[in-house]
């Protein structure tokens, strides 16, 4: 009944090294999110992408970068990973159609817990 | 700048009473208020969703109020049990279409048996 797929739970990298987060959702949503969570901070919405090769900036963009080439599948990317960068990444997605199952409500995934030594 | 406040300390209350957590935001005029549960080291999962033409919304022993003068939404989980324990994030969305959904900090409860 998984919904929301992040390829994986814990990650242990080095910094400078490029990191690829995967996200895929098998409820065909338009919508996809990717968000970081810290302690006090909340979620933080880093992009969205609300359909396939488009894109848009979240709040705090700067270091990472995604992909979206299929509409099931939403990719972030750390182009060079620094220790501010760890924290727990959070992939989610929504539906567009007004009335559909899951429209305007977020479905997360289980979360990868991203550590830059 | 858009804010969103959620009490940041943990509430503890009994088994079966009622917990009541808070939502305040600011600078901001959001279609739909929202409601996540969060258990630790896992996402957050849907509960409720709001909108700003409703002034309450009822789910089993859920129930959310959403007062766009006050700025203000409560949750209210009724007959609390100790399985209730988690964080509780709000969640807004501007108008329709923005796709943008900006979080509060989240209030952790603790149910005590």
């Known amino acids: 009944d998984v919904k929301v797929t992040q390829s994986s739970r814990y990650l242990v990298k080095r910094t400078g090294e490029k990191v690829f987060l995967e996200c895929v959702q098998d409820m065909d949503h338009e919508n996809m999110f990717w968000y970081r969570q810290d302690p006090g901070l909340g979620l933080r919405l880093i992009y969205f992408s609300y359909d396939v090769k488009m894109k848009e900036k979240g709040d705090i963009p700067e270091g990472y970068s995604v992909s979206r080439e299929k509409k099931e599948r939403f990719s972030l990317i750390l182009e060079s990973a620094s220790t501010n960068q760890t924290s727990m990444y959070l992939c989610?997605?929504?539906?567009?159609?007004?009335?559909?199952?899951?429209?305007?409500?977020?479905?997360f995934g289980a979360g990868s817990r991203l550590t830059v030594l | 700048s858009q804010k969103i406040e959620q009490n940041s300390e943990a509430l503890n209350i009994q088994e079966g009473k009622t917990a009541t957590l808070t939502c305040n935001y600011t600078?901001?005029?959001?279609?739909?208020l929202q409601w996540y549960r969060q258990d630790p080291g896992r996402g957050p999962v849907f509960l409720l969703l709001i909108r700003e033409n409703e002034k309450e919304k009822r789910k089993e022993r859920l129930k959310v109020t959403f007062d766009t003068t006050l700025k203000q939404s409560l949750f209210h989980i009724t007959a609390s049990q100790p399985a209730d324990s988690a964080t509780y994030l709000c969640?807004?969305?501007?108008?329709?279409?923005?796709?943008?959904?900006?979080f509060g900090t989240g209030t952790r409860l603790k149910v005590l048996a």
């Open positions: 969640a807004l969305e501007g108008s329709s279409g923005t796709y943008k959904y900006i």
């Open positions: 989610a997605s929504s539906s567009r159609e007004a009335g559909a199952a899951g429209a305007n409500v977020l479905t």
């Open positions: 600078n901001y005029s959001p279609a739909y």
